[in-house]
C-alpha cells in the first residue's frame, strides 16, 4: 500500500512499499479517490527527481507496482531514471500520460522481463512496434491496455496478441481509424489468449457478429465485457452472451440494437451483473427496468440514456442503484422546453461551424483532387449542410429563442450568420402568411421538409 510521505516524502516506518501511485497535472474530473502521494503534484515531481539523481531509497528493491496517470511531463529521461532506479517493478500504469515514446517501452521491455501488467492507454506517441516488443520479452504479462493510442495498427495488435497468450486483461478500444480492428484480430483473441475475462472493444468500428460470435464460443470465463460503439456488432451476436457469458459482472453495449428480449435474456443469465451499459438502445423500454427488478439484485450502476425508458419504470428500482439517465428525466415541463429551446440555439451554432469547416474542405478539393465525382459529392455536402443551418436558423429566428434563453454566442461571426437562400418548406407560415411570400426560394438542398414542419409545429404548441 501507499505509505504516507517522509522519506523522499515517503513514510516506510510501518510496512514494506510495494506500491506508489501519484496523479499527474492532468488528472481526469471522475477521479476524485487520490492517494495520499497522488494529492500533490510535487510529490510526483519529488520522486522523480531523486531517480534521475540515482538516490537510493528503503524502498528500491520491495517497490513492485508504479501508477503515474494523468501527467504530461513523463519524458523518455525520466522513465529511464525510474528503471535503474526500481529494478523490480511488475506493474506499470501510465494512464492518459504523454511525452514519452516507444524508446521508454523497448527499454521496458529489456528491464522487465517478469513484468505482468502494463497500461499505456491514450499515448499517442507510441506504436505497436514497442507493444510487440514487450509482448516478445515479457512473457508474464497478463495485463495490458493499449486503448486510444491512436498510433497502434491492428496488424500489430494481431501479432501482439498471438504473442501474449496468458493475457487476462486487454484493453484495445478506439485504436487507429484508418487500420481499426478487424475480425481477424479478435478471432486470434478467441484463440490465442484462453484465460482472458476482461477484453475492452469498445470503438471498434469495423468488427463484426461474426468474430464476437468467435470469442463467445472459445471464451467461457468472461467477467467484464465492452462492445460499445462497435456498429456493425447486431442483436444476433449479442444475444449469445446470455448462454455464454455466466459470470458476467460488468457489460456495455451502448448504441447497438440489442432488444428488450436479449437484454432480459442476459439479465436472467448473469446473476453476477453489477454494471449494465444499453444506452443509445433505441429499441429498449420499460420492460427491461421490469426484468432487471426481478433478476439482477446485484446491479450497482445501470446506464440508459437515450433509450425508450420512462421515468415510471425507473421507480421500480432498487434506490442504491446508481442509473446514469436523461436528464429530461428529472425536469418538470417548464425546464423540458427551456431545455429544447438551448438545445436547438446550439445546434445553430454547430451546424455553421460545421458548414464553415466543409467550406474550407471544399476549396482544398478543387485544388489536390481532381476526381470530378468526389468534388461534386462535396460540393453537395456543402450545399446540404448550409441549407440545413439555414433552415434551423430560421426557427431560432422566427421564435425569439435567442432572446427567450438569453444566449451569449460563442463565435459572434457564426451566430449572425442566417441569411435565408436555400430553400424553405412552403407550407410553415410566418405571421399569418407562407414563407414563399417573405423569401425568394431556390431549389431544395436536402430532404429537409418533414423534419423542420415537425420541429416547429412542436414549438409552436408549446410555446
Known sequence: MTSEIKENEIDTSNEEVTH???VGDRASDYDHELSVSGENITLLENFLESACNKQKTSYTSSLRSLKITHYSRLSDNKI????????????????????????????????????????????????????YKIAKSCQKIRHLDIGFC??????????????????????????????????????????????LHHPSLKGSHNITDVSVNRLLQHIHNLEYLELDQCRFITDSSICNIANSCPKLEHLDIGASDASDTTICNIVRSCKNLRYLDIRCCRLVTDIVIDEIAQHCSSLECLGIQLTNVSKDALSKLNPKIKIKRDSVLDMGPE?????????????????????????????YCK??????????SIVE??????????????MVRMYGLKEKINYQPTNPE???????????PRDIKYRGKEL?????????GVNFTEDCVKMISFLKTDI
Open 20 to 22: 506508489l501511485e501519484f
Open 80 to 131: 529511464l531514471c525510474v528503471l535503474r532506479s526500481y529494478p523490480n517493478i511488475t506493474s506499470l500504469n501510465f494512464e492518459q500520460s504523454k511525452s514519452f515514446t516507444d524508446a521508454s517501452l523497448i527499454e521496458i521491455a529489456r528491464s522487465y522481463p517478469n513484468l505482468e501488467s502494463l497500461n499505456v492507454c491514450g499515448n499517442q506517441d507510441i506504436t505497436g512496434h514497442s507493444i
Open 150 to 195: 491512436g498510433n497502434i495498427t491492428d496488424d500489430f495488435v494481431y501479432k501482439i496478441v498471438e504473442a501474449c497468450s496468458k493475457l487476462e486483461l486487454l484493453y484495445i478500444g478506439g485504436l487507429k481509424r484508418c487500420k481499426p480492428i478487424s475480425d481477424q484480430t479478435i478471432v486470434a483473441i478467441a484463440h490465442s489468449c484462453p484465460n
Open 335 to 363: 425546464k423540458e422546453l427551456n431545455d429544447l429551446w438551448v438545445t436547438l440555439v446550439n445546434l445553430v451554432q454547430y451546424l455553421w461551424l460545421t458548414y464553415a469547416n466543409l467550406e474550407d474542405i471544399v476549396q
Open 367 to 376: 485544388d489536390k483532387i481532381k476526381d470530378e465525382h468526389y468534388q461534386k
Open 381 to 394: 455536402l456543402e450545399r446540404d449542410m448550409r441549407g440545413m443551418a439555414e433552415r434551423f436558423g430560421l
Open 414 to 424: 457564426l451566430d449572425t450568420n442566417y441569411a435565408i437562400t436555400e430553400f424553405i
Open 436 to 444: 414563399s411570400l417573405h423569401i425568394k426560394f431556390q431549389t431544395p
